[in-house]
């Protein structure tokens, strides 16, 4: 049944198409500028703490519920479900994380629209065409417009292939693409003048910055958008690994890639801030603190790459690519959640699936556009601050207290007999019960009421 519905073929291809949706954007250019303005070491520490005791053990929640239904979130957590109320408790919530996926989609999709045209606009001017590179560089409705037409075609091009020819093929030849280029920068910009003063910044801990509730909300929020959490994209994944394979493994190198190529990113990015700055370029805002966020990446780091010269075109290029890609492994996980309901509750060939909901996600990006200013900031913040580790808890519930815990501890066992008397298997459990679901609550209530 399983392969019927589409199949992994690997564990490597399970880990670079699920590693592929945690790392992007989130890791390249939300961890490290959020790391430098937030206490250096002391957000990287909260944030290891928060990914190993809430995000990896949420991950494994939604990897074993999707394994052992081997279908859509819908679908899966009525199945777990024990009685009627907990069914449509379990159908809401797969259907709110469907809209929310989709809604993170189409705000991702813009800012990937700006990657790709930064890209080409680096490929522009290497070649010249000054004209075309302005154009592409420069933020405009038309520009904007086309360039999410351009990233969602490419997001349904790969989805509309499957999980076998489309995901796990796409995914497996991006990644190494994409750790190569990341490598190559790091090593180039650490070579610069101006670099070692970022790496400072970046490990250097400042515990009375790291230890804000504000703070710490913001960590939760970025840990559980860093591994697509909460919204059934790692869910699906899971539903597409056969049953021989050892979930708590897979779980925790998908945890391990994601989190690694965020410290790295950060051994690009706050280097190239104060390479930057040695170059002349201004690096803090009118408060005094780092710019982080979108004029970091459209206005500091391209005045950067256009003091270094020729070399600095090249680097841009690179940059902007390495961005795309990134971007492009984890969109295709975003659309495969509606899809994958669509066609197992709805009968739709993958086909019309992917073209129906494609063009309606790109429809709201194009809102989201024409209404930039309101829409944008709002769509990010509900979705990822709030929708993704609310729906995650309910994950959690669903795993930790409606799931037969014989059932549950028997999906473990599959692909990994040995597994009991682990410490996996001794902790887990209660730990997805009892702990998960306690802390992402009281960081919400210290958040709301504290
Ligand atoms: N994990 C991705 C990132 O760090 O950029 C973002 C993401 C992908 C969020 C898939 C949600 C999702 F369902």
């Given at each position: ?350 086909r019309s699936a992917v073209l129906l909901i494609g063009g309606i996600i790109t429809a709201i990006s194009l809102l989201i556009l024409l209404n ?79």
């Amino acid at each position: 049944m399983a392969s019927a519905r589409g199949e992994f073929s690997s564990r490597f291809g399970f880990i670079m198409a699920a590693a592929g949706s945690a790392v992007g954007l989130g890791n390249i250019w939300g961890f490290p500028t959020q790391a430098a303005s937030n206490g250096g070491a002391a957000f990287l520490l909260v944030y290891l703490l928060l990914a190993f005791t809430l995000a990896y053990p949420a991950l494994m929640a939604e990897i074993i519920i999707g394994r052992h239904a081997h279908a859509n979130a819908v679908n899966a957590l009525q199945r777990i479900a024990g009685g009627p109320v907990t069914r449509r408790l379990g159908a809401t919530t797969g259907l709110v994380g469907l809209v929310v996926a989709s809604f993170i989609l189409s705000f991702y999709a813009i800012v990937a629209g700006w990657m790709i045209a930064h890209c080409l606009g680096s490929l522009a001017a290497l070649v010249g065409a000054d004209g075309i590179a302005a154009w592409l560089t420069f933020f405009s409705l038309g520009r904007n417009a086309s360039f999410v037409v351009v990233f969602m075609l490419l997001t349904i091009g790969i989805i509309a292939e499957g999980v076998h020819d489309g995901i796990e093929r796409w995914s497996s030849r991006l990644m190494p693409i994409l750790l190569v280029t990341l490598g190559c920068l790091v090593l180039y910009v650490l070579t610069l003048d101006g670099a070692m003063e970022g790496l400072k910044v970046y490990l250097l801990p400042d515990f009375s910055a790291a230890l804000s509730p504000q703070l710490i909300i913001n960590a939760l929020g970025s840990a559980f958008f860093s591994l697509s959490l909460g919204v059934g994209t790692m869910l699906i994944y899971g539903s597409y690994i056969n049953d021989r394979e050892n979930l708590p493994v897979v779980g925790g190198l998908v945890t391990g890639v994601d989190i690694g190529i965020a410290v790295l990113a950060g051994f690009l990015v706050l280097p190239a801030m104060y390479v930057a700055l040695h170059n002349g370029v201004e690096i803090f805002d009118a408060a005094g603190g780092l710019i982080s966020e979108d004029t970091l990446i459209f206005t500091v780091l391209p005045e950067l790459f256009t003091s270094m010269g020729v070399a600095g075109a090249f680097v841009s290029l690179l940059f902007f690519f390495l961005m795309s890609i990134a971007a492009l492994t984890s969109s295709i996980s975003m659309l495969e959640v509606p899809v994958a309901y669509t066609i197992e509750e709805h009968g739709a060939s993958r086909r019309s699936a992917v073209l129906l909901i494609g063009g309606i996600i790109t429809a709201i990006s194009l809102l989201i556009l024409l209404n930039f200013e309101t829409l944008f900031g709002l769509v990010v913040t509900a979705t990822t601050r709030y929708s993704q580790p609310l729906l995650g808890f309910v994950f959690c519930i669903y795993a930790g207290w409606i799931w037969r815990r014989d059932q549950l501890l028997e999906e473990l066992r599959k692909g990994s007999p040995e597994i009991a008397g682990t410490l996996f298997w001794r902790i887990w459990p209660w730990h997805v019960r009892l702990v998960c679901p306690l802390i992402i609550f009281g960081i919400f209530a210290q958040n709301l009421f504290g």
